[in-house]
């Protein structure tokens, strides 16, 4: 099972780079806006401010992007180093227009918040926290040093200091709730993403498997009839040739490389015995099957399969699908990975319901973490002894959120328990003491009709 401490997506490779194209475009916005703002100020609201260098500031961004446009590819996708300096860029010249029209008595003094956002959503931390100091540093340093707002009748525009010190302690407080709010969502997108992606190869690595299984099956049933053939002539062979030891060795080599054939095609995998388990299988083999892997690790791994009231006595026949599969070979493998020395196995199914609980002896699920069992790399610092004795397992969140997101696509709904009290004594505790899953599918969601007899083989030509 893949838990978090697998370096299944290495930093480099995960790390998010902002396209040029995005913030170049994003640009163009904010130079609309910024003209649009200081014509309507000017002309319409009859504020003296200095056009020239209000226009020469603008114009600075224009170029820039003008640059970015003709120089550098469209699909060009910016460096962490090289996506920090743009948005320094972009601080640096809102700040200086901020500065030549009146700093914080400007009500868009709250659009240098944008660039630490962008930084919060797509950038590394350590990023984030340089533009974030500098955003504060930028807004701190214009709300001290700016050119006042003046009327066409030379009024000054002003706010009271308790106004403008409110003003800047709410610019301040977003930047750190917003770009903290916007870094904390992107990650768990981020974390999300790179999940279902480990789920949707755990599930495609299952399904060649499975596809593996129905090859095998096909060839020993296809090279079944031609080896026996073999088997049969070089035995009539070695009748005919019993005075002549020379060709008798040749029909004896002939018969043993025709047994080996077959024992070889046995070997190659169980499906090739049974090929009704390629698409169903009884519930009693389906989770053999799933907890195979595991019933050689010095544990004991115990079955308990009965009906429940108004139950059929047999067992029912399960659709062999490779998501149900994986999910519970995860279960189990978290089960014997954390049990003391037992792991228990139980199905009950009815009419409705075909319900499934893995349990096993050990320390249990950690209270804390019972609410948020199934969230991708959740992770835990453990400073006990099974720390040293297991140190390749930082967490289960990763293949318990494959093993959930697998069997909820099979129509299963999960519950995560401990079976007992954690913080009971060793010697107050029940046997089945540890952590406990239940899953519950609906009958008509994973049985189907079991197959009295298996007729011809069919091979699924492409």
């Known amino acids: 099972m893949a838990t978090a401490g697998t370096e299944l997506f290495p930093q480099e490779a995960s790390a998010v780079r902002l396209r040029l194209r995005t913030l170049i475009m994003l640009r163009w916005m904010a130079v609309v806006g910024q003209i649009t703002a200081i014509l309507v100020a000017s002309y319409y609201y009859g504020l003296q401010l200095p056009l020239g260098l209000c226009l020469l500031v603008v114009g600075t961004s224009v170029i820039a992007n003008l640059i970015s446009t003709f120089v550098f590819p469209e699909n060009r996708r910016l460096s962490d180093v090289e996506a920090m300096l ?62 006042p707002l003046h009327f066409n009748d030379g009024r000054v525009l002003s706010v009271p200091r ?36 480990a789920t949707q190869m755990a ?5 060649k498997l499975t596809d593996l299984g129905g090859v095998v099956a096909a060839a020993a049933h296809e090279l079944g009839t031609p080896l026996a053939t073999i088997k049969l002539v070089s035995a009539e062979l070695m009748e005919e040739l019993a005075d002549q030891p020379a060709l008798r060795e040749d029909a004896e080599l002939i018969r043993d490389q025709a047994n080996r054939c077959r024992d070889i095609l046995r070997s190659m995998g169980r499906a090739g015995k049974d090929d009704l388990h390629l698409r169903r299988a009884p519930l009693g083999a389906l989770l053999q099957e799933a907890a195979e892997p595991h019933l050689t690790r010095g544990k004991d791994v115990l079955f308990d399969l009965h009906p429940g009231p108004g139950g059929t006595d047999g067992e029912p026949t399960i659709m062999r699908r490779p998501e149900v599969i994986h999910g519970l070979r995860n279960l189990i493998q978290n089960a014997v990975d954390f049990s003391r020395s037992t792991v228990w196995i139980s199905a009950e199914w009815t009419e409705e319901t075909l319900r499934l609980t893995i349990a096993d002896d050990g320390p249990g ?76 599918w609906k009958t008509s969601r994973i049985v189907v009709a079991a197959q009295p007899a298996l007729g011809a083989n069919t091979v699924n030509q492409a």
Request: hydrophobic share 50%; aromatic share 10%; proline share 5%.
């Open 86 to 147: 743009v948005l320094l860029f972009d601080l640096t010249q809102l700040s200086f227009l901020l500065y030549l029209t009146g700093g914080l008595t400007n009500p868009f003094a709250l659009l240098i918040m944008a660039p630490v956002i962008i930084s919060a959503s797509a950038l590394q931390t350590r990023t984030t926290i340089i533009l974030g100091l500098m955003a504060i540093w930028l807004v701190t340093l214009t709300a001290f040093a700016n050119i």
């Open 162 to 197: 308790l106004f403008e010190f409110g003003f800047w302690l709410s610019i301040v407080i977003g930047i750190l709730f917003l770009g903290l709010y916007s870094h904390r969502v992107a990650s768990e997108i981020k974390t999300m993403s790179e999940a279902l992606l």
């Open 365 to 440: 699920y950690p209270p804390q973490l019972l609410g948020r069992i199934g969230e991708p790399f959740l992770r835990q610092r453990r400073s006990d002894p099974q720390s040293a004795t297991r140190p390749e397992y930082e967490s289960m969140g990763l293949g318990l959120f494959i093993a959930k997101t697998l069997l909820e696509r099979s129509g299963a709904e999960m519950t995560f328990a401990n079976a007992s009290d954690p913080f009971l004594t060793v010697a107050e505790r029940p046997v089945r003491s540890g952590a406990l899953v239940e899953l519950v």
């Open 203 to 207: 599930l495609a690595r299952e399904q």
